[in-house]
């Protein structure tokens, strides 16, 4: 069993930044893939980045590449998502997510066995 923890979100005006954190339990985070999703009221589930456990494996959606940055620290079992340059449309929940087995897609929600609860992220215009 994995938990996660997300931390960082909070009320930020149009051209802001913003640092979530996502803490997780356990001893193989080293080898896990990392996610960050995000869903506003009455969507579905998007995905924003992902990173895999040799840090130079990042990826982003498009919506959001340029301008958000994935790290991690596999000392702290901790994973960031850096959120610079934010627009009104990025107001949503986010959930980090873990994919056990570091080997899957990182773009499908499908992929990863263990969700944070998810902490929100509002732009004002």
């Known amino acids: 069993q994995v938990q996660l923890a997300e931390s960082g979100g909070g009320l930020v005006q149009a051209g802001g930044s913003l640092r979530l954190s996502c803490v997780a339990s356990?001893?193989?985070?080293?080898?896990?893939?990392m996610g960050w999703f995000r869903q506003r009221p009455g969507e579905e589930r998007e995905y924003v980045a992902s990173i895999r456990w040799y840090a130079g494996n990042t990826d982003y959606a498009d919506s959001v590449k340029g301008r958000f940055t994935i790290s991690r620290d596999n000392t702290k079992n901790t994973v960031y998502l850096q959120m610079d340059n934010l627009k009104p449309e990025d107001t949503a929940v986010y959930s980090c997510?873990?994919?056990?087995?570091?080997?899957?897609?990182?773009?499908?929600?499908?992929?990863?066995?263990?969700w944070g609860q998810g902490t929100q992220v509002t732009v004002s215009s």
């Open positions: 356990g001893s193989d985070f080293a080898r896990y893939l």
């Open positions: 997510a873990a994919d056990i087995s570091g080997l899957r897609a990182g773009t499908r929600p499908r992929s990863y066995d263990y």
